[in-house]
């Protein structure tokens, strides 16, 4: 049983920067996908950003492309998101999931694909 838990969320002036982090910890991440969700008010939940553990392949939902950059860090067993030129829109609980295992070159945006979930941070982005 893999255990996430986030950190970093916060407020931020639009424009601003912001660094999430995803420790993850009670099983092995070695051939799973790492995602990263948000979740505003009154919305569904949305895919925002996802890494292949292996083979480090990222890939982005089009409304973050060029703003966010999703990694991770093998040692630590934690994956981050680094989000610059927030917008107030970014607004939402943003959640870390992973997937049990899977398919390298597989693309996995959907949550239903994932089967781990932290517990969520809140990102507040002030116009």
């Known amino acids: 049983q893999v255990q996430l838990v986030e950190s970093g969320g916060g407020l931020v002036q639009a424009g601003g920067s912001l660094r999430l982090s995803c420790g993850a910890s009670?099983?092995?991440?070695?051939?799973?996908?790492m995602g990263w969700f948000r979740q505003a008010p009154g919305k569904e939940r949305e895919f925002v950003a996802a890494i292949n553990w292996s083979i480090a392949w990222t890939y982005y939902a089009d409304s973050v492309k060029g703003r966010f950059t999703i990694s991770r860090d093998n040692a630590k067993n934690t994956v981050y998101l680094q989000m610059n030129s927030l917008k107030p829109e970014d607004t939402a609980v943003y959640y870390c999931a992973s997937t049990k295992g899977g398919y390298a070159s597989r693309r996995y945006s959907n949550s239903g694909q994932y089967d781990y979930w932290g517990q969520g941070t809140q990102v507040t982005v002030s116009s």
């Open positions: 009670g099983g092995t991440l070695r051939s799973s996908t």
